[in-house]
């Protein structure tokens, strides 16, 4: 699903998915344009600091994701782990606790919040010659196939 960069929309597809779908995990998808060969998997998001307007010139109210929301949340899923357990050939992995402060995190800490920390998040780099759908898609599908390795372990 592609969530518009518009924070009140974002939130209301992300509700969407946690209350009708109910997954065992949510994984974001979003651009990190200035990194060019380089996935950033993301462990929490924060709820202040969302200054900037959205698409529509909206910004959220106190500048916040949720209204009394804890300071951050982490995932469930350990990116560190992942991170050091897991490589794709041809691109950098590297580790964030911060994801911004518009879109990505707003999305990302209201995952967190109504999925009870079983959200995840990975920037990804623009495609390129070198950095193609198939091989963007590739590397994707290995990062969420050990995240839901993850989550398997935690049910047990």
Not at 128 to 154: D, N, R
């Amino acid at each position: 699903m592609q969530l518009p960069v518009v924070y009140q929309k974002a939130k209301e597809q992300v509700c969407k998915i946690w209350t009708t779908l109910q997954p065992l995990l949510t994984v974001h998808v979003g651009l990190a344009s200035s990194a060019t060969a380089l996935i950033i998997l993301e462990q929490c998001g924060k709820n202040k600091g969302c200054q900037e307007r959205d698409a529509c010139g909206f910004r959220p109210e106190g500048a916040c994701c949720v209204l009394g929301g804890p300071e951050k949340i982490e995932s469930t899923i350990n990116m560190k782990t992942l991170w050091k357990n897991i490589s794709v050939e041809g691109i950098d992995i590297i580790l964030s606790r911060d994801a911004g402060r518009y879109i990505c995190d707003y999305t990302y800490y209201t995952s967190l919040y109504y999925g009870n920390g079983r959200a995840a998040f990975i920037h990804v780099p623009p495609l390129s010659e070198s950095v193609t759908a198939e091989f963007l898609g590739k590397a994707l599908q290995t990062i969420i196939l050990a995240m839901l390795e993850q989550c398997g372990e935690q049910r047990e």
